[in-house]
Nanobody
Framework: QVQLEESGGGLVQAGGSLRLSCAAP????????MGWFRQAPGKERQFVAI????????YYADSVKGRFTISRDNAKNTLYLQMNSLKPEDTAVYSC???????????????WGHGTQVTVSS
């Protein structure tokens, strides 16, 4: 069982920045591929960004490419999502996830945090 806890969400104006963190108090953190997903009200969960076990490979949704950066610090068992140039359409609950496979499909991830709300005002 991997327990994940997100932090760093909040309310920001369009064009602003936020940095999300996902803490995993697990020695096996580096054994998992990690991802960020988001879900807006009335919409399905959406892939945002994923990162491989030691950070060598990252992939982004087209909608966030060039604005968001995913990273991880295995020594601190922490995943990050730096979000710049935020837009109102980025408003959603953002959740981190851990899995044995590096995939853009949320079904491939076994462990999830509760999520953190990001609201971008216009």
């Amino acid at each position: 069982q991997v327990q994940l806890e997100e932090s760093g969400g909040g309310l920001v104006q369009a064009g602003g920045s936020l940095r999300l963190s996902c803490a995993a108090p697990e020695r096996t953190f580096s054994s998992y591929a990690m991802g960020w997903f988001r879900q807006a009200p009335g919409k399905e969960r959406q892939f945002v960004a994923i990162i491989s076990w030691f950070g060598g490979h990252t992939y982004y949704a087209d909608s966030v490419k060039g604005r968001f950066t995913i990273s991880r610090d295995n020594a601190k068992n922490t995943l990050y999502l730096q979000m710049n140039s935020l837009k109102p359409e980025d408003t959603a609950v953002y959740s981190c996830a851990a899995g044995r496979s590096l995939s853009t499909h949320s079904s491939e991830y076994n462990y999830w945090g509760h999520g953190t709300q990001v609201t971008v005002s216009s």
